[in-house]
């Protein structure tokens, strides 16, 4: 069995807007977001993408979610190249690849009840199902991920962060995919929260076989959900392997800096 997701040699360039200084120099500037970069994930694993903000991890994820395309290399997904993917052929690769952000309030329309934002990718994707089985299946994802099925009639800003990052999940998990990107998931939790969303996102891994892209800048959660470690640096994968290895022995200087800023609770404790 091959790999679920093969990144190729991917190339993103973004055009440089121009200041008063570079209005007067010719020709159009260019920053390579992403700069030639390759990774493989199987099913049911996760790969942890960190970096610092700017590093490139961000724009990875949206290649991926063809959200935007690559100006060099593919992507593979399934055993298909989908980076020419467009009309119905993209339309169906992504009911199969769902994105759950940073922000789970920002990511939630305030106007729409938790049942409408669970459905919505139901209401765009399966045309088959009647509105009675759609909203069975938004009872169930809610269940999934632990929440009571009365918070369907709420509005977003009625639920606490981490209920809202759950009803994230269900969005995600609803259509059944086979990849959740998850950028930067607990980043805005409180710390007695995180922990149980990633374990929500083990639990959910291991019974629906759901390979995870963890994006983060904080090592200090990723060995905790993560398989492989990427670890990224203006636009490049500088460092990549199994994550015990990588943060047990970082090879590239980046990596052990990333690492050295991890928080030690030990030493902590020893100077109180």
């Given at each position: 069995m091959g790999a679920l997701l093969e990144a190729r040699g991917l190339v993103k360039y973004f055009a440089v807007k121009k200041g008063i200084r570079q209005m007067f120099q010719k020709g159009q500037q260019f920053v390579k977001a992403v700069d030639g970069v390759s990774f493989s994930l199987e099913r049911a694993k996760v790969l942890v993408l960190a970096g610092e903000s700017g590093s490139g991890k961000t724009t990875v994820a949206r290649l991926v979610l063809r959200a935007e395309d690559p100006d060099e290399g593919s992507i593979i997904f399934d055993g298909e190249d989908i980076t020419r993917y467009t009309g119905s052929q993209l339309k169906k690769f992504r009911t199969q690849v769902h994105m759950v952000y940073q922000d789970p309030y920002a990511s939630l329309n305030p106007r729409m009840k938790i049942r409408d934002i669970v459905m919505e990718p139901l209401s765009i994707h399966d045309r088959t199902s009647s509105r009675e089985q759609k909203e069975e299946k938004v009872l169930k994802a809610l269940e999934e991920v632990r929440l009571p099925s009365d918070i369907a009639m709420r509005l977003p800003h009625m639920l606490s962060g981490g209920q809202r990052q759950r009803v994230a999940l269900a969005?995600?998990?609803?259509?059944?995919?086979?990849?959740?990107?998850?950028?930067?998931?607990?980043?805005?939790?409180?710390?007695?929260?995180?922990?149980?969303?990633?374990?929500?996102?083990?639990?959910?891994?291991?019974?629906?076989?759901?390979?995870?892209?963890?994006?983060?800048?904080?090592?200090?959660?990723?060995?905790?959900?993560?398989?492989?470690?990427?670890?990224?640096?203006?636009?490049?994968?500088?460092?990549?392997?199994?994550?015990?290895?990588?943060?047990?022995?970082?090879?590239?200087?980046?990596?052990?800096?990333?690492?050295?800023?991890?928080?030690?609770?030990?030493?902590?404790?020893?100077s109180a």
């Open positions: 969005r995600a998990l609803v259509m059944r995919p086979a990849l959740i990107v998850a950028d930067e998931p607990v980043s805005m939790l409180d710390v007695s929260v995180r922990g149980e969303i990633l374990g929500l996102m083990h639990e959910l891994r291991q019974k629906f076989g759901i390979a995870y892209i963890y994006i983060t800048h904080d090592l200090s959660t990723a060995r905790y959900v993560g398989d492989d470690l990427a670890v990224m640096n203006a636009g490049r994968i500088v460092e990549m392997g199994p994550i015990d290895r990588v943060l047990s022995s970082p090879a590239h200087p980046y990596t052990q800096a990333l690492i050295s800023a991890i928080p030690d609770p030990d030493s902590r404790l020893k």
